[in-house]
C-alpha cells in the first residue's frame, strides 16, 4: 500500500522556500572593512554604485567572523557577467555554462558570480528538453536561490556593501556562534548530489577547529562510498587544498577517524606514523610561509608500500627492476584515487629511488648524490623515516653529518666509511644493474 502511494504520488520536487533572512546589523558583528581585501572592497563599491547588489560570500565572511584570515575574497551579485564586464576594463569572463567574472589587478583575481540556482543541472535539463538548447537565463538566480546551494551554513552568509550588514537565510550566523559544522538541507541528499561535500566538511572541522552537528556527522558517516563515484582530477584538487591548509595532520587524523583516508590515497594501514610526521613537518613549513610539495607528501604517504612491495620483487628481480615495477603498480593505482601528473608521478619516483642510493656510501656516490636536484627531498624523507622509528637511525645520522660538513670534513667521512658490512649487498645490486 505504500509502495503504491509512493508510485502515484508525483516525485516531489525541491520545495521552493520561501525565505526570509535575518539581517545583522554591522554594530552586531565583527566584520570589518578593514580585514577586507581593498581590490575586492572596489570591486562591491563599483558593483554598488552601478546599482546592483554585491556581497561577500563564503570562505572569507566565515573566516572573517571566526577571526581568522581568509584566503581570497569572492563575491556574488545579482549582475550578469556581461554586466560585470561593462562595469570593469579589467575583467575576464571564464566558464561556459556558468560563466564567473574574473576581476584582474596584477596576478590578484577577484571572483565575481552571479547568484545561481540550487539545481543549475536539473534547470538545465529541462531547458534542453523542452527546446534542444541550453537556456542560459535559468542558470542565474536570485539570492534566495544562491543561498541554497551552498554546502554549510558557516559558508552561507552574505556581506552586503550596500550597508554592511551580513544577510543569513539559513541561520549560518548561529553556527558561527556555536561553532558548529552543519549542512544546508538534508546532509543524505546534498552528500549525494556532490560527494565532495564530504571532505569539505573534513577540511573546514580540521581548519575551523569547530565540531559537527550531529545529524551531519550521520550522514558523513553512513556516505564515505559515494566518494568513489567522484573524478580523480576533483579529488587531486581537494587534496591539494588539504596540503595547503597548515592544519594537514589533523585533517588526516579526521579522515582516518571517518574512514575517508583511503578513498583518497594508498597508503599501509601500519605505518601511519611516516604520514604524520610527514604531515606534521608540511604544517611546520606552512606556519614559516614556506611552499609544501604535493610530490614530496606522497612520497611519504606512499614509501612504506614502496619499499615493501619492492622488497617482496627483490627475491625474483634485480633491485632496480623491483623498484620500478613496484613505482609502476603502486603510482597506477593511487593515480585512480587522484590524478596525479606525470610530473608530480616522476617526482615521486624519483624522491623514492634515492632513498636507496642513501646506502651507498662508498667512493664518489655520495657526492654525485648530493648534486642531485632531488636531492632535498630525498634527504629530508630520509629524515622522516627515520624519525617514523625506521632502522636506519646510523645511515640518517651519517648523511646528517655528511650534508652538514664542509667539503673537507666531507672527504673525511668518506675516507672512514667501512668497505664491508651491508654495503658489499648493495655493491653487486649496482654491478647488476649496471650490466642490465
Ligand atoms: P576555502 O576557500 O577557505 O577553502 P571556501 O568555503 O571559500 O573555503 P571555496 O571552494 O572557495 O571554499 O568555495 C566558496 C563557496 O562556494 C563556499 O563557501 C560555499 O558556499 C560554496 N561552495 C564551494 N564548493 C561547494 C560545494 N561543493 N557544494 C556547495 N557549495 C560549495
Ligand atoms: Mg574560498
Excluded at 9 to 25: A, D, E, G, H, M
Excluded at 110 to 117: G, K, Y
Amino acid at each position: 500500500m505504500k509502495k503504491l502511494i509512493q508510485a502515484i504520488r508525483p516525485k516531489q520536487v525541491s520545495p521552493k522556500l520561501v525565505l526570509s533572512p535575518t539581517i545583522i546589523p554591522r554594530a552586531e558583528h565583527n566584520v570589518s572593512r578593514r580585514d577586507i581585501d581593498s581590490h575586492a572592497l572596489k570591486v562591491l563599491y563599483r558593483l554598488h554604485e552601478a546599482g546592483f547588489h554585491a556581497y561577500l560570500v563564503g570562505g572569507c565572511v566565515r573566516d572573517l567572523l571566526l577571526g581568522q584570515r581568509p584566503k581570497d575574497f569572492d563575491i556574488a551579485t545579482n549582475a550578469h557577467p556581461e554586466e560585470v564586464r561593462r562595469l570593469f576594463k579589467n575583467c575576464r569572463l571564464i566558464g561556459k555554462r556558468f560563466r564567473l567574472a574574473h576581476i584582474l589587478f596584477g596576478n590578484h583575481i577577484i571572483e565575481v558570480a552571479t547568484f545561481r540556482t540550487h539545481h543549475q543541472n536539473a534547470l538545465e535539463q529541462h531547458a534542453k528538453m523542452r527546446d534542444g538548447m541550453i537556456v542560459r537565463d535559468n542558470v542565474y538566480g536570485l539570492i534566495e536561490d544562491d543561498v541554497l546551494r551552498r554546502d554549510y551554513g558557516i559558508n552561507a552568509l552574505y556581506y552586503n556593501i550596500a550597508d554592511f550588514s551580513i544577510v543569513d537565510f539559513v541561520g549560518g550566523m548561529n553556527d558561527i556562534k556555536q561553532k558548529v559544522l552543519r549542512m544546508i538541507g538534508n546532509p543524505l541528499e546534498r552528500f549525494t548530489e556532490d560527494p565532495v561535500r564530504l571532505l569539505r566538511a573534513i577540511r573546514f572541522l580540521a581548519k575551523l577547529d569547530i565540531t559537527i552537528d550531529p545529524d551531519t556527522e550521520k550522514h558523513l558517516i553512513a556516505s564515505a562510498r559515494l566518494l568513489e563515484q567522484v573524478s580523480n582530477a576533483r579529488l587531486f584538487q581537494e587534496i591539494l587544498k588539504m596540503f595547503e591548509s597548515g592544519t594537514l595532520l589533523k585533517t588526516l587524523k579526521l579522515l582516518q577517524q571517518y574512514n575517508l583516508l583511503s578513498s583518497v590515497f594508498l597508503h599501509s594501514p601500519q605505518h601511519l606514523s611516516l604520514v604524520y610526521i610527514a604531515a606534521q613537518n608540511s604544517d611546520d613549513r606552512v606556519r614559516i610561509q614556506k611552499t609544501v610539495s604535493p610530490a614530496f607528501l606522497l612520497a611519504a604517504f606512499l614509501w612504506p608500500l614502496l619499499a615493501t612491495k619492492t622488497a617482496e620483487l627483490e627475491g625474483v628481480l634485480p633491485r632496480s627492476l623491483a623498484f620500478d615495477t613496484a613505482a609502476n603498480d603502486i603510482l597506477k593505482e593511487q593515480t585512480q584515487k587522484l590524478a596525479l601528473s606525470r610530473l608530480i608521478q616522476t617526482a615521486i619516483r624519483e624522491i623514492a629511488s634515492l632513498q636507496f642510493r642513501f646506502h651507498l656510501r662508498r667512493g664518489n656516490a655520495p657526492l654525485k648524490l648530493l648534486d642531485h636536484p632531488r636531492f632535498r627531498a630525498a634527504y629530508d624523507l630520509l629524515l622522516l623515516r627515520a624519525e617514523s622509528g625506521e632502522p636506519i637511525a646510523e645511515l640518517a645520522g651519517w648523511w646528517k653529518q655528511f650534508h652538514d660538513a664542509t667539503t673537507e670534513e666531507q672527504l673525511q667521512l668518506l675516507k672512514d666509511v667501512k668497505p664491508s658490512g651491508p654495503f658489499k649487498k648493495r655493491s653487486k645490486f649496482r654491478k647488476r644493474t649496471q650490466n642490465r
